[in-house]
């Protein structure tokens, strides 16, 4: 099994700690940084970012429960050991406490504390792979509904208070029963997986794409100066690219409803869909009575 390498932040006021600890680590491939005391590192983690970061707790500006409190506050999954040779006065439980996910007395043998230090990293990454799974959509390995509207949800606020524009997909594959009573349920759901290749082809890798119902898809990025519809123009231009290969005995099609959010007079969420879904279904209504 091939080992991970990570970047990690040492904070340590002791220069020989700092030292050993970067040499352990380094070994196994790791990159490290270090600091002196918490407000060098909270500088550093401003400018870098780090896998994971080792901090003492006794230190001159800003001591290491401080620390880990503020890093903690700002990336809540952030991996961090703490480290003490003043065990009388601090514990693992108020470590711990504090946002620590590891604790390791002063001193410790090399052994232990890269033991230590892998373990930390093992159980964060299932951790990590677990929230991952119930967030994403198991068929087309998009985010699903639940992530899509916490998204949404955090994307608007930011949007207000950044006065930035944002634009709103809701998109509906379709005929997909007509595909599924056709050809069956396991050709429905590769239409469903090759729209989303399609989907993630089309747009970025900061825009939010996800499928929220069975075969309904929703979309968030950043509105631009370009004209609305040029990104849906793209979208429609990959689609009959895809449709021109025949790799399916069916033409995959597709309604869109497109809203958008203003900052500076801002929509309640439940209207921003609604008018998304409502120029979808639009669309696909006039696709019944006016068909190509």
Do not use: W
């Amino acid at each position: 099994m091939e080992s991970t390498h990570y970047k990690i932040l040492v904070v340590d006021d002791e220069q020989p700690i700092r030292e050993l600890m970067v040499a352990l680590l380094g070994r196994n491939g790791h990159l490290c940084v270090t600091a002196g005391n918490g407000l060098e590192a909270l500088d550093k983690m401003t400018k870098t970012r780090f896998d994971a970061v080792i901090t003492d707790i006794v230190m001159p500006e800003m001591d290491g429960i401080v620390l880990t409190k503020e890093l903690s506050r700002r990336a809540q999954d952030l991996p961090i050991m703490v480290t003490t040779g003043h065990t009388e006065e601090y514990s693992a439980e108020t470590a711990i406490a504090s946002g620590a996910r590891e604790f390791i007395n002063k001193p410790f043998s090399n052994a232990e504390f890269v033991t230590r230090f892998d373990k930390m990293m093992r159980d964060c990454e299932r951790q990590k792979a677990l929230v991952d799974l119930s967030l994403t959509d198991e068929l087309t390995g998009l985010y699903n509904r639940r992530r899509f509207f916490v998204l949404l949800e955090q994307s608007l606020r930011v949007a207000i208070r950044k006065k930035r524009r944002l634009k709103l997909l809701f998109i509906d594959m379709d005929g997909l029963k007509e595909v599924n009573d056709q050809y069956g349920h396991q050709e429905g759901d590769q239409a469903l997986i090759d729209l989303a290749k399609i989907l993630k082809e089309t747009f970025r890798e900061s825009d939010i794409v996800a499928r929220i119902g069975g075969d309904e898809f929703g979309i968030l990025m950043e509105s631009t100066d370009d004209p609305n519809e040029i990104i849906e123009d793209r979208l429609h231009e990959n689609l009959d690219g895809y449709n021109a290969r025949g790799l399916r005995p069916y033409p995959l099609s597709i309604s869109v409803g497109a809203a958008h959010f203003d900052p500076e007079s801002p929509m309640a969420i439940d209207e921003l869909l609604s008018k998304a879904d409502a120029l979808m279904y639009e669309q696909k209504r006039k696709k019944r009575i006016n068909p190509r």
